[in-house]
């Protein structure tokens, strides 16, 4: 009995293509069809139905998500898709074409082969006038030709653990917006000729782990909460001096040592960590706010998320259970947008952050005025503070200082092995007037006896 439901190989394609074009150019397609399925075991409705397909040029039926020669499968945890192209395409394409949201999806496996697609010997030319067409001609030979293609694969697995934890944070943060403290509003002292005092402890590391007998000195979180509350405490300090009327706190910067529960970097680095990483997450969010709180307890506070190499999705999330904390706060105001570099405008000063671990210094004074023009030409003295280094250098760029802050953080196995250590470990705070500039700077050393005003 003939069959009607054949499934079609290569070889068989190749064999179809070949004889078809062959035949006598009298011959009707039904007549070869007749003649080709005799002694094959085929019908002839089929063998007419893959010269159909052939002439077509289609060799892979298509999914109502894609076009013609794709071929889409989407399952609980998986996308598999494969697509034909005359040229190659690449993984930002694929993902394009076939609308992944790389939220959901991680691409885990891509392949591209040489493969062979067929379309008819075709020419159509027309005729136009006036913008109408007039006429046309069509040129056919009856014949296929063998189309060069390429046949793309793609893999994607959902990012199940990372929607997880987004799920979580989204919740947290819809949480602390419920249950936000309602903080008084505090009538602060106006003091004549106020100034902007900025208090920079870049690369944190919170949730480091750091033996003395390996790195020379020992971190862990309950370390580096005691750093941070004596330094900010010690910088606080120096507040008495000037006429302070509002803070600047830029937070974030490698805040925390890793970006999620497999304890590596955004990037995949291995790093040595404390406890887990819900438990680091929780204190450095209650040390965060505890910060905050130190702040506004002195002046209005601006606080700046600034994103590092090490943490830049966990400083987010963070930025973002803050800004829901603090909304019901009229003494803080948090910025967590999304963008590597933030600006700051205070008088005739314009200050720029980001974590350094990206740009090239001598790029950043370029930067400055073609990503914040406004603030540019209101701007007399300007400066980028950056991390990511953990030790000072400061140069100036035409007209533009840019300086790399230190850190608190003690040196952990890989840097101490690499010989990276040294540079004294510290907190750091600026006093800027709005006419003058910059009129003075602070360190602050967590060995370092604190500084206090007498009476």
Not at 113 to 122: C, I, V
Not at 344 to 361: D, V
Not at 402 to 407: A, E, G, K
Request: charged share 30%; aromatic share 10%; with cysteine.
């Amino acid at each position: 009995m003939p069959n009607t439901g054949h499934v079609w190989t290569e070889p068989e394609d190749a064999v179809l293509i070949d004889e078809y074009n062959q035949r006598e150019a009298s011959e009707s397609i039904r007549s070869f069809a007749d003649r080709f399925a005799s002694g094959r075991n085929l019908s002839s409705e089929a063998v007419r139905n893959r010269i159909a397909v052939l002439e077509r040029g289609v060799r892979v039926p298509p999914h109502p998500k894609t076009g013609a020669g794709d071929s889409y499968e989407e399952g609980e945890r998986f996308i598999s898709v494969v697509c034909a192209s005359e040229r190659i395409l690449s993984q930002d394409e694929i993902i394009k074409r076939f609308r992944v949201d790389l939220d959901k999806w991680e691409l885990k496996y891509f392949r591209i082969k040489p493969s062979e697609g067929y379309r008819k010997d075709r020419k159509v030319s027309w005729h136009v006038s006036n913008g109408h067409i007039t006429s046309g001609h069509v040129e056919d030979t009856g014949r296929m030709l063998i189309v060069p293609l390429y046949s793309i694969e793609a893999r994607f697995e959902r990012k199940t653990d990372e929607i997880r934890a987004r799920m979580v944070i989204e919740q947290m943060v819809k949480d602390a917006a419920k249950h936000a403290p309602k903080y008084p509003k505090i009538v602060y002292k106006k003091p004549k000729n106020g100034m902007l005092y900025e208090i920079d402890m870049p690369d944190i590391h919170f949730g480091r782990q750091t033996w003395k007998e390996e790195s020379g000195a020992e971190y862990n979180i309950e370390i580096a909460g005691k750093v941070v509350r004596k330094a900010i405490a010690d910088l606080l300090a120096y507040t008495k001096l000037f006429p302070v009327e509002r803070i600047l706190l830029p937070l974030g910067n490698d805040f925390f040592n890793v970006n999620n529960k497999g304890n590596t970097t955004v990037h995949g680095t291995p790093q040595q960590e404390d406890e887990r990483w819900q438990k680091t997450f929780r204190a450095g969010l209650k040390l965060a706010v505890e910060m905050i709180d130190a702040c506004a307890g002195v002046a209005p506070v601006d606080v700046l998320i600034v994103k590092g190499n090490h943490d830049e999705e966990r400083t987010f999330y963070m930025g973002e259970v803050v800004a829901a904390w603090y909304h019901k706060c009229p003494n803080v105001n948090i910025e967590n947008g999304p963008k590597g570099r933030k600006y700051y405008l205070y008088g005739k000063n314009l200050i720029g952050f980001t974590h350094g671990s990206e740009e090239k210094l001598d790029r950043l004074p370029l930067l400055m005025p073609v990503e914040a023009p406004d603030l540019w030409a209101k701007s007399t003295y300007r400066e980028f503070h950056l991390g990511d280094k953990h030790h000072f250098e400061a140069k100036e760029y035409g007209g533009v200082v840019v300086r790399i802050l230190r850190s608190l953080a003690a040196a952990d196995a890989w840097t101490f092995d690499r010989g990276f250590i040294g540079a004294l470990r510290a907190a750091e705070s600026f006093v800027w007037d709005k006419e003058r500039g910059l009129i003075a700077q602070f360190t602050v050393a967590p060995e370092a006896e604190a500084w206090r005003p007498t009476k």
